[in-house]
């Protein structure tokens, strides 16, 4: 039998043993949770929750998902800077689109790590493989992010949507990544040939990620829609460069508009005002000044219209509507610059 003092001494001892462990413990969560705060933007009491939620049991990504599905945290609820990432550009000749998204991460370090790099691919082919192409559309992201990646697309595991993937790839990379935008780009109905250029292109082999040579990555990318008026026309058309060179140029030149018809007048108005006032000193006749300023306005046009550029991507720069007319000419047919795109990391279309 254990006297009263050796009996208080083994239970001092017991619970110097059990505070010990629990402390440790609890300083396992208290790490586990201030990393899925960061993660997830959600308190650290809902945090801590979700990792002592019975499903989830202390695993990281099970609590991102719990949270989500709460509606606690969001996916990208994060403050931080997202000024790198990629652009996904999908040419679907069987369906006549070009699919373009970008999704952006904090660093540079992350847009070459392969798993980003896959993930940006997946999201690109599954919005290109789900929407309609009847017309040209700007996917919304939250209707994105409910899509649910077909068997034709690879994925690293089964998701029942986009989302689940894109809290797998931030609890996995532990960076802010955010799907800025989407869009499908339809080739026009009568003879319509879409072209692509990809800039810093990716080097992603098809054989090693499980994408489809399709699909392109890069930092910045370039659309080009033509028409023809017969199907020779646009055969040959389809297989020359013509279409990637001039596309290859919009990332270049970055124009705003296809032609002068095409100009805003927000933007004429704009451009006159500015005009008016660098000519308003000049001592010259009203008429005279007119002049000066159509003048400069003419020049703008040519600096900001696809259609009235020099060609950067031609020997001698050509102006562009005159190097489509003569590549129509010698395909023996009418070639005609439909649309354009111009999609580059953090600006709009």
């Given at each position: 039998?254990?006297?009263?003092?050796?009996?208080?001494?083994?239970?001092?001892?017991r619970?110097?043993?059990?505070?010990?462990?629990?402390?440790?413990?609890?300083?396992?969560?208290?790490?586990?949770i201030?990393?899925?705060?960061?993660?997830?933007?959600?308190?650290?009491?809902?945090?801590?929750?979700?990792?002592?939620?019975?499903?989830?049991?202390?695993?990281?990504?099970?609590?991102?998902?719990?949270?989500?599905a709460?509606?606690?945290?969001?996916?990208?609820?994060?403050?931080?800077?997202?000024?790198?990432?990629?652009?996904?550009?999908?040419?679907?000749?069987?369906?006549?689109?070009?699919t373009?998204?970008?999704?952006?991460?904090e660093t540079?370090?992350?847009?070459?790590?392969?798993?980003?790099?896959?993930?940006?691919a997946?999201?690109?082919?599954?919005?290109?493989?789900?929407?309609?192409?009847?017309?040209?559309?700007?996917?919304?992201?939250?209707?994105?992010l409910k899509?649910?990646?077909?068997?034709?697309?690879?994925?690293?595991?089964?998701?029942?949507?986009?989302?689940?993937?894109?809290g797998?790839?931030?609890?996995?990379?532990?960076?802010?990544?955010?799907?800025?935008?989407?869009?499908?780009?339809?080739?026009?109905s009568?003879?319509?040939?879409?072209?692509?250029?990809?800039?810093?292109?990716v080097?992603?082999?098809?054989s090693?990620?499980?994408?489809?040579?399709?699909?392109?990555?890069?930092?910045?990318?370039?659309?080009?829609?033509?028409?023809?008026?017969?199907?020779?026309?646009?055969?040959?058309?389809v297989?020359s460069?013509?279409?990637?060179?001039?596309?290859?140029?919009?990332?270049?030149?970055?124009?705003?508009?296809?032609?002068?018809?095409?100009?805003?007048?927000?933007?004429?108005?704009?451009?006159?005002?500015?005009?008016?006032?660098?000519?308003?000193?000049?001592?010259?006749?009203?008429?005279?000044?007119?002049?000066?300023?159509?003048?400069?306005?003419?020049?703008?046009?040519?600096?900001?219209?696809?259609?009235?550029?020099?060609?950067?991507?031609?020997?001698?720069?050509?102006?562009?509507?005159?190097?489509?007319?003569?590549?129509?000419?010698?395909?023996?047919?009418?070639?005609?610059?439909?649309?354009?795109?111009?999609?580059?990391?953090?600006?709009?279309?």
């Amino acid at each position: 039998m254990l006297s009263s003092s050796r009996l208080s001494m083994q239970l001092l001892g017991r619970r110097s043993t059990a505070l010990l462990f629990s402390t440790k413990a609890g300083a396992a969560d208290v790490g586990a949770i201030k990393k899925l705060r960061e993660l997830s933007g959600a308190p650290m009491m809902d945090c801590k929750n979700a990792l002592a939620a019975a499903d989830v049991q202390g695993d990281l990504q099970k609590a991102l998902a719990w949270l989500r599905a709460k509606g606690i945290a969001k996916v990208a609820s994060s403050t931080r800077v997202t000024k790198e990432g990629l652009i996904g550009v999908h040419n679907s000749p069987e369906r006549g689109t070009v699919t373009l998204v970008e999704v952006n991460c904090e660093t540079d370090f992350v847009s070459i790590n392969k798993d980003f790099q896959k993930f940006v691919a997946m999201i690109t082919e599954t919005v290109s493989a789900c929407t309609p192409t009847t017309s040209t559309q700007v996917v919304d992201v939250p209707f994105l992010l409910k899509l649910a990646p077909p068997s034709s697309v690879h994925t690293a595991k089964p998701y029942s949507n986009l989302e689940e993937a894109l809290g797998d790839v931030i609890a996995s990379i532990r960076e802010t990544i955010v799907i800025k935008r989407a869009s499908v780009i339809a080739q026009p109905s009568q003879g319509g040939v879409l072209a692509t250029y990809v800039h810093n292109k990716v080097n992603l082999s098809p054989s090693e990620s499980n994408t489809s040579p399709n699909t392109q990555l890069g930092k910045a990318a370039g659309v080009v829609a033509f028409t023809s008026d017969n199907d020779k026309t646009r055969a040959a058309l389809v297989d020359s460069p013509v279409g990637r060179k001039l596309a290859m140029h919009v990332v270049a030149a970055k124009p705003l508009f296809l032609s002068p018809a095409d100009v805003s007048q927000s933007f004429l108005d704009q451009e006159n005002a500015i005009f008016a006032e660098q000519t308003q000193d000049d001592k010259k006749k009203p008429e005279v000044l007119q002049k000066i300023i159509q003048g400069k306005m003419n020049k703008r046009m040519a600096e900001v219209c696809l259609l009235q550029q020099g060609h950067l991507a031609e020997e001698g720069n050509p102006v562009v509507q005159k190097y489509v007319d003569s590549v129509g000419q010698s395909l023996q047919g009418k070639v005609t610059v439909d649309s354009f795109a111009l999609w580059a990391l953090n600006s709009q279309e």
